[in-house]
């Protein structure tokens, strides 16, 4: 026989239709919800009856008969040839909308609900179709508790600035609002579904033409006598945007040959003076921001990452934006030569094969994924070793 416990359960899993059905509500509709029936084994009267009797009990035990607010219980008397004339369940359901919550211990996070219902629909900035639809899809969201009491009519605050003032170019922090813009970085998503480009497939910052944080280049200078003048000395290391980077003056340009692009900081920090040369630091699969640098195509460019799975695949995916990136110190002999400080790591999450490795990159990159062992950092290539192999290729 059906539990107390289990009717809870069952009615928990129709929240969401609730909600739904409290959704349509809100806008005319006209369908009911309540009562709410609950199906069930409700035992048969032919059953172990000392058995029987308990289960029934409990039943009743929890039900609206004796609690205030809880599920119906329908009796009828069937007469059975074994336990003789018997009370049998013809059917469970809730009555009300506040026996179901009060049951089902959802009252509070229904209120959050129907608090952020009415602040969206009071706000009126989307219209109601819309409104429909996108609730039904955020009944999650919309249950949430919030630390402020306003939080659904800040949403729409933001909402309705954003849709009004397109292709600002400012900065969120910018924004004049009377809330504090943190709020807006931590609710992007929500305040874009309520939005008109609620379909863009853009970041926050493009759909709406705000001013995006930009992307730095943090590189070394590995020869002394190519100069970066900024102050009386000359200057060896710098961070600046893309921008200002792909735009360097033409006569440090003219001094750079090499560029060597290095996955980890403490490797790129420490990468051998080399003459005619810059060293980039990528940061892993970030490096893939460093796009569109025009000059790039006239220079020898180097990738050195980890010797992994993850490796190469950064090392294909920057192949994407520069089709002259060789790769530097990431060979089967290199890996070969440091077997004893290979470690177990993490395997590639793809199904794609990286598709930009050169005939012997796409070798080894097969050889790794077998291996047990399928790490070698970086950072455990000597510095004389990559000062050998810095010879090999005549620098």
């Given at each position: 026989m059906i539990t107390?416990?289990?009717?809870?359960?069952?009615?928990?899993?129709?929240?969401?239709?609730f909600l739904c059905f409290e959704?349509?509500?809100?806008?005319?509709?006209?369908?009911?919800?309540?009562?709410?029936?609950?199906?069930?084994?409700?035992?048969?009267?032919?059953?172990?009856?000392?058995?029987?009797?308990?289960?029934?009990?409990?039943?009743i035990n929890n039900s609206k008969q004796k609690?205030?607010?809880?599920?119906?219980?329908?009796?009828?008397m069937i007469s059975s040839r074994k336990n003789g004339?018997?009370?049998h369940i013809s059917k469970i359901y809730f009555e009300n909308k506040q026996d179901y919550l009060k049951y089902?211990?959802?009252?509070?996070?229904?209120n959050f609900f129907w608090r952020a219902l009415n602040q969206i629909k009071s706000s009126h900035v989307i219209d109601d179709e819309f409104f429909k639809a996108w609730a039904k899809d955020h009944t999650k969201e919309l249950c949430e508790k919030t630390d402020e009491p306003d939080f659904w009519a800040n949403?729409?605050?933001?909402?309705?600035?954003?849709?009004?003032?397109?292709?600002?170019?400012?900065?969120?922090?910018?924004?004049a609002l009377s809330i504090h813009t943190k709020f807006i970085e931590n609710n992007k998503s929500l305040i874009k579904s309520l939005s008109n480009k609620a379909d863009c497939p853009e970041t926050f910052e493009r759909s709406f033409g705000l001013k995006e944080k930009p992307n730095y280049v943090r590189f070394r200078i590995l020869d002394e006598s190519v100069t970066l003048e900024l102050k009386t000395e000359p200057i060896t290391e710098c961070s600046i945007t893309l921008e200002d980077f792909k735009h360097l003056n033409n006569l440090l340009l003219s001094q750079i040959k090499n560029i060597f692009v290095v996955e980890n900081e403490m490797v790129y920090l420490t990468f051998p003076k080399i003459r005619n040369a810059i060293c980039l630091y990528g940061g892993g699969?970030?490096?893939?921001?460093?796009?569109?640098?025009?000059?790039?195509?006239?220079?020898?460019?180097?990738?050195?990452?980890?010797?992994?799975?993850?490796?190469?695949?950064?090392?294909?995916?920057?192949?994407?934006?520069?089709?002259?990136?060789?790769?530097?110190?990431?060979?089967?002999?290199?890996?070969?030569?440091?077997?004893?400080f290979t470690v177990e790591g993490k395997k590639l999450n793809k199904t794609e094969f990286p598709k930009n490795l050169n005939n012997e990159e796409t070798s080894f990159f097969r050889k790794l994924q077998n291996y047990p062992?399928?790490?070698?950092?970086?950072?455990?290539?000597?510095?004389t070793y990559i000062v050998d192999e810095l010879k090999k290729i005549g620098l």
């Open positions: 107390p416990k289990e009717i809870k359960e069952k009615a928990l899993r129709k929240f969401k239709d959704i349509d509500s809100l806008f005319g509709g006209s369908e009911v919800f309540f009562p709410l029936i609950i199906r069930g084994n409700t035992g048969n009267v032919n059953d172990e009856l000392l058995e029987r009797q308990k289960d029934l009990q409990l039943l609690n205030r607010h809880s599920y119906c219980l329908d009796m009828e004339n018997q009370s089902t211990d959802e009252e509070e996070c229904y949403i729409c605050l933001c909402v309705d600035w954003l849709n009004k003032h397109q292709n600002s170019n400012l900065y969120i922090r910018e924004i699969y970030k490096v893939n921001t460093i796009t569109d640098v025009a000059w790039f195509e006239s220079k020898d460019l180097y990738y050195f990452g980890d010797l992994d799975e993850h490796g190469f695949d950064i090392l294909s995916s920057f192949r994407e934006s520069y089709s002259n990136v060789q790769s530097f110190c990431m060979s089967e002999s290199v890996w070969n030569d440091h077997l004893l062992r399928n790490r070698l950092e970086q950072e455990r290539i000597s510095l």
